[in-house]
């Protein structure tokens, strides 16, 4: 929406970081849909994945994410993801 | 046929619990918990997670921790036992990690500073300790490393090559599996609590433990171990498969070959990690095969925390000692069984009456071992399960210069193979998907199976994987270990870590071809290749079952010249390697591959007196075979050409040599891609003109041998049916 919103910068930038980080095959950041499944869907991100996000989402934002219940919350899909680390980030209490 | 009794005449034991069997099993019957938080190097949060670290442990010498703890178990296992043991087979994964760390991280440059790196040098150390004069093996399947050696001891006395082995598992503490199992979200913050209902993951422990084994007289009795089995998920990385079909297939195996059935079992040993996951799948596994009623069963990984690739021999030992002393360990850690694992463990240690324990083994890659230990009940002692030697059914190899036949025909022209595939060229043919995470090793490893299967022309893919590499994916190692450093030791990757154990390779294959089937990777430098037909030789077996016997090694541009004195003596970096699908037996026409010499322990004078005299001495190496392929490893050059010129001398050998490592570059496994180049040459039934100055040279029925020379000579007999 507009540029004041963080969520929006956000979803843009975590989209090439994961497209990155994860070297997935044959997808544009833009393909990873904001409110689709992140896990088990057409990207075929699996567990091992989720936790190589996790280490990033804490190296680059200072956000943890350090067990499997709130990890299964957050991975939901990238919007929800966005969100948590808005929420929580060093940055955004600053 | 019925092979001996193999009877435990030593064992030695040393863990966070204690050192030697009567500590370990005082504190195991006190329901001490001997977990408590890392104090071996400081961590950055300042809050250290609870190990398994064996504290005050004294360091002479310039050995790694991993070394100075197989040392002591292997000193307790032969104390007062007579003579060496004829052969050492030891699993373990970290090697002299602890070590390389710090050498890593203060940026050291000097190979020498690495020479205890590889896991095989732990069993070297060892086999040189004892005066073992070999074979010497090093397996490293991850945390089934200990129980796998075991069962690999086991073949090796059943099948006559040898009657007393020294076995056993270990591996010391070390950054690599502290920082690599807490970036997998894996650790319980308060310590393991297998099988809890509050379980929160595993406790990452070291230790080691070694047991003699030896041909027993049948008409004594001692507590053997009375079988074993091994499988493979073939379903992930990490995650063991949620039904634990592969735990099932394991500990079925493993009661078949005792000759037992469930119901003879007093004793369940879990594997009992702690994790959800694990402890999940192995009580439905544990359910399917004991139906009717369960003996008692339990976890000492609460108590000690989980000690990787020795933890199947730590538990070998404990087992034996509860049927020694007729008693069993308790849970430690357990408040309240979680209802959804549906089994009752044991809370607390207990008297009862043991004659036979199944202890399980599990690891990554869906490596499964499980091992009976106990007294016999019956005459049942199964004889050898391998059949050599191995039939060849199809082949491959990889180089500098291209995919399977792009090597061999430029082999052949005897032109130069040597380089490095682009990583991108080396997957060309494999689902883009499956290697996106993929570096060197494990994509060389794929494109050989794929290959190799494909030129089998079989439908039925092999369902047992025997790997050989002689260091391992270092690719992943060095960027986990950078990575970590570069980060103040605060992000470890998971992906690295999982990528960085030697059987990740071998466990993508098993996935990618659903090789449910024994999975079994050694290592120890130019022999791994050697090592794994071996171990082929021993385990493969079944009426139809094909089995893939693989060498592969990568080149990494900063860690290989520290390791490999090869690599740093090369002209150019290469790497590659060779695959064969084999089947057991002497069934059909067709090209045969046998190992028929390997000792495996490093620099032993009249080694090649002892090659010449295992292939028959002068008359039988002329009669059967027409060539020679002789690997020369550039570090070992001036002592590779003399041992060249002294088999020649004693075998009369006048026939082609071919000096291959001029044409494969040198990586540890380039005797891989020998070893398809002679049974291409055996089948074709000449040897290139190319290759041997002039016309093509008619074999006439003959085969070829494939020589390892330097510090470690081997020798494997290729021959037509």
Same mark, same amino acid.
């Given at each position: 929406?507009?540029?004041?919103?963080?969520?929006?910068?956000?979803?843009?930038?975590?989209?090439?970081?994961?497209?990155?980080?994860?070297?997935?095959?044959?997808?544009?950041? *833009?393909?990873?849909?904001?409110?689709?499944?992140?896990?088990?869907?057409?990207?075929?991100?699996?567990?091992?994945?989720?936790?190589?996000?996790?280490?990033?989402?804490?190296?680059?934002?200072?956000?943890?994410? &350090?067990?499997?219940?709130?990890?299964?919350?957050?991975?939901?899909?990238?919007?929800?993801? +966005?969100?948590?680390?808005?929420?929580?980030?060093?940055?955004?209490?600053? | 046929?019925?092979?001996?009794?193999?009877?435990?005449?030593?064992?030695?034991?040393?863990?966070?619990?204690?050192?030697?069997?009567?500590?370990?099993?005082?504190?195991?019957?006190?329901?001490?918990?001997?977990?408590?938080?890392?104090?071996?190097?400081?961590?950055?949060?300042? /809050?250290?997670?609870?190990?398994?670290?064996?504290?005050?442990?004294?360091?002479?010498?310039?050995?790694?921790?991993?070394?100075?703890?197989?040392?002591?178990?292997?000193?307790?296992?032969?104390?007062?036992?007579?003579?060496?043991?004829? +052969?050492?087979?030891?699993?373990?994964?970290?090697?002299?990690?602890?070590?390389?760390?710090?050498?890593?991280?203060?940026?050291?440059?000097?190979?020498?500073?690495?020479?205890?790196?590889?896991?095989?040098?732990?069993?070297?150390?060892? +086999?040189?300790?004892?005066?073992?004069?070999?074979?010497?093996?090093?397996?490293?399947?991850?945390?089934?490393?200990?129980?796998?050696?075991?069962?690999?001891?086991?073949?090796?006395?059943?099948?006559?090559?040898?009657?007393?082995?020294?076995?056993?598992?270990?591996?010391?503490? =070390?950054?690599?599996?502290?920082?690599?199992?807490?970036?997998?979200?894996?650790?319980?913050?308060?310590?393991?609590?297998?099988? &809890?209902?509050?379980?929160?993951?595993?406790?990452?422990?070291?230790?080691?433990?070694?047991?003699?084994?030896?041909?027993?007289?049948?008409?004594?009795?001692?507590?053997?171990?009375?079988?074993?089995?091994?499988?493979?998920?073939?379903?992930?990385?990490?995650?063991?498969?949620?039904?634990?079909?592969?735990?099932?297939?394991?500990?079925? @195996?493993?009661?078949?070959?005792?000759?037992?059935?469930?119901?003879?079992?007093?004793?369940?040993?879990?594997?009992?990690?702690?994790?959800?996951?694990?402890?999940?799948? *192995?009580? $439905?596994?544990?359910?399917?095969?004991?139906?009717?009623? /369960?003996?008692?069963? =339990?976890?000492?990984?609460?108590?000690?925390?989980?000690?990787?690739?020795?933890?199947?021999? !730590?538990?070998?030992?404990?087992?034996?000692?509860?049927?020694?002393?007729?008693?069993?360990?308790?849970?430690?850690?357990?408040?309240?069984? &979680?209802?959804?694992?549906?089994?009752?463990?044991?809370? $607390?240690?207990?008297?009862?009456?043991?004659?036979?324990?199944?202890?399980?083994?599990?690891?990554?890659?869906?490596?499964?071992?499980?091992?009976?230990?106990?007294?016999?009940?019956?005459?049942?002692?199964?004889?050898?399960?391998?059949?050599?030697?191995?039939?060849?059914?199809?082949?491959?190899?990889?180089?500098?210069?291209?995919?399977?036949?792009?090597?061999?025909?430029?082999?052949?022209?005897?032109?130069?193979?040597?380089?490095?595939?682009?990583?991108? *060229?080396?997957?060309?043919?494999?689902?883009?998907?499956?290697?996106? $995470?993929?570096? $060197?090793?494990?994509?060389?490893?794929?494109?050989?199976?794929?290959?190799?299967?494909?030129? @089998?022309?079989?439908?039925?893919?092999?369902?047992?994987?025997?790997?050989?590499?002689?260091?391992?994916?270092?690719?992943?190692?060095?960027?986990?270990?950078?990575?970590? #450093?570069?980060?103040?030791?605060?992000?470890?990757?998971?992906?690295?870590?999982?990528?960085?154990?030697?059987?990740?390779?071998?466990?993508?294959?098993?996935?990618?071809?659903?090789?449910?089937?024994?999975?079994?990777?050694?290592?120890?430098?130019?022999?791994? #290749?050697?090592?794994?037909?071996?171990?082929?030789?021993?385990?493969?077996?079944? *009426?139809?079952?094909?089995?893939?016997?693989?060498?592969?090694?990568?080149?990494?541009?900063?860690? @290989? /010249?520290?390791?490999?004195?090869?690599?740093?003596?090369?002209?150019?970096?290469?790497?590659?390697?060779?695959?064969?699908?084999?089947?057991?037996?002497?069934?059909?026409?067709?090209?045969?591959?046998?190992?028929?010499?390997?000792?495996?322990?490093?620099?032993?004078?009249?080694?090649?007196?002892?090659?010449?005299?295992?292939?028959? /001495?002068?008359?039988? !190496?002329?009669?059967? #075979?027409?060539?020679?392929?002789?690997?020369?490893?550039?570090? &070992?050059?001036?002592?590779?050409?003399?041992?060249?010129?002294?088999?020649?001398?004693?075998?009369?050998?006048?026939?082609?040599?071919?000096?291959?490592?001029?044409?494969?570059?040198?990586?540890?496994?380039?005797?891989?891609?020998?070893?398809?180049?002679?049974?291409?040459?055996?089948?074709?039934?000449?040897?290139?003109?190319?290759?041997?100055?002039?016309?093509?040279?008619?074999?006439?029925?003959?085969?070829?041998?494939?020589?390892?020379?330097? @510090?470690?000579?081997?020798?494997?007999?290729?021959?037509?049916?």
């Amino acid at each position: 929406m507009s540029e004041t919103n963080p969520g929006t910068w956000l979803i843009e930038e975590l989209r090439l970081k994961i497209v990155d980080l994860l070297d997935l095959i044959d997808i544009r950041p *833009e393909e990873i849909d904001p409110d689709g499944p992140l896990l088990g869907g057409d990207l075929e991100i699996d567990s091992i994945d989720v936790l190589e996000m996790v280490m990033m989402i804490e190296k680059d934002y200072g956000v943890r994410i &350090d067990n499997r219940e709130i990890g299964e919350k957050v991975f939901v899909n990238l919007r929800a993801l +966005a969100a948590y680390i808005a929420e929580n980030s060093r940055e955004s209490c600053g | 046929m019925t092979g001996p009794p193999i009877i435990i005449s030593g064992v030695g034991i040393v863990s966070a619990l204690g050192t030697g069997p009567a500590e370990t099993r005082k504190a195991l019957q006190t329901g001490w918990v001997a977990t408590r938080p890392l104090s071996l190097f400081p961590t950055p949060d300042d /809050r250290p997670l609870p190990v398994g670290e064996i504290r005050n442990l004294p360091m002479p010498g310039v050995f790694p921790r991993t070394h100075v703890i197989t040392r002591m178990a292997a000193r307790q296992a032969l104390e007062g036992v007579g003579p060496a043991p004829d +052969a050492v087979v030891l699993g373990t994964t970290t090697g002299g990690m602890s070590t390389t760390e710090r050498l890593i991280r203060q940026g050291v440059g000097d190979p020498q500073a690495y020479r205890f790196h590889s896991p095989a040098s732990v069993s070297q150390n060892i +086999a040189q300790m004892c005066g073992c004069r070999g074979p010497v093996l090093t397996v490293s399947t991850a945390c089934s490393s200990g129980a796998v050696a075991i069962k690999i001891a086991l073949e090796l006395i059943r099948n006559g090559k040898a009657r007393r082995v020294l076995v056993g598992g270990t591996d010391g503490l =070390s950054r690599l599996t502290y920082y690599g199992f807490s970036s997998l979200q894996l650790i319980d913050p308060k310590g393991a609590r297998p099988l &809890d209902l509050d379980r929160r993951g595993m406790t990452v422990a070291e230790g080691a433990a070694m047991l003699l084994i030896e041909a027993g007289d049948p008409r004594k009795t001692g507590i053997e171990i009375l079988g074993a089995g091994l499988s493979c998920d073939a379903f992930h990385p990490t995650s063991p498969h949620p039904d634990g079909a592969g735990a099932l297939a394991a500990m079925s @195996s493993a009661l078949d070959d005792a000759g037992l059935t469930d119901q003879d079992i007093d004793y369940i040993n879990l594997h009992g990690t702690g994790t959800a996951d694990n402890d999940l799948s *192995e009580a $439905r596994a544990v359910r399917s095969l004991f139906r009717l009623a /369960r003996p008692p069963l =339990s976890s000492v990984k609460g108590a000690m925390g989980h000690s990787l690739a020795a933890a199947g021999a !730590i538990e070998a030992v404990i087992s034996q000692g509860c049927v020694a002393g007729q008693w069993v360990p308790g849970n430690s850690g357990l408040k309240t069984a &979680d209802p959804a694992l549906k089994l009752k463990p044991l809370a $607390r240690a207990q008297n009862a009456p043991v004659r036979t324990v199944l202890s399980n083994s599990f690891g990554f890659g869906g490596n499964n071992a499980s091992v009976v230990i106990g007294r016999s009940t019956s005459n049942h002692r199964p004889a050898a399960a391998g059949r050599r030697p191995l039939t060849v059914l199809g082949s491959a190899c990889i180089t500098g210069a291209g995919h399977a036949d792009q090597t061999y025909n430029r082999f052949a022209a005897g032109k130069s193979c040597q380089g490095m595939l682009p990583a991108a *060229e080396i997957a060309r043919y494999l689902p883009p998907k499956q290697v996106r $995470r993929l570096r $060197r090793l494990p994509r060389l490893a794929l494109a050989l199976a794929q290959q190799a299967h494909l030129d @089998s022309g079989r439908k039925g893919m092999p369902q047992s994987i025997f790997l050989g590499t002689g260091w391992g994916a270092l690719s992943e190692t060095h960027r986990f270990l950078t990575g970590l #450093f570069d980060s103040g030791e605060k992000f470890p990757s998971p992906t690295d870590f999982i990528g960085s154990v030697h059987n990740a390779p071998a466990g993508q294959i098993a996935m990618m071809t659903g090789a449910t089937g024994a999975n079994v990777t050694t290592t120890g430098g130019n022999c791994s #290749f050697e090592q794994a037909l071996m171990v082929a030789g021993l385990l493969a077996g079944g *009426e139809t079952k094909n089995a893939l016997v693989l060498g592969v090694d990568e080149t990494h541009e900063h860690f @290989s /010249r520290l390791l490999d004195p090869s690599c740093t003596a090369a002209q150019a970096p290469s790497d590659g390697g060779g695959a064969l699908v084999v089947g057991p037996g002497l069934e059909g026409h067709g090209v045969c591959i046998d190992l028929a010499f390997y000792s495996g322990v490093i620099r032993c004078k009249g080694l090649i007196t002892e090659l010449v005299n295992a292939l028959g /001495r002068p008359q039988r !190496i002329n009669t059967r #075979f027409g060539f020679v392929l002789a690997g020369i490893p550039a570090g &070992d050059r001036p002592q590779g050409a003399g041992q060249l010129h002294r088999f020649r001398e004693l075998s009369g050998f006048n026939g082609p040599v071919i000096d291959y490592r001029k044409l494969t570059g040198e990586f540890a496994s380039a005797s891989a891609v020998a070893a398809v180049a002679a049974v291409r040459f055996t089948a074709a039934g000449h040897i290139p003109g190319a290759l041997c100055g002039g016309e093509d040279r008619r074999l006439k029925g003959k085969g070829g041998l494939v020589l390892g020379l330097g @510090s470690c000579p081997t020798a494997m007999e290729v021959a037509r049916r």
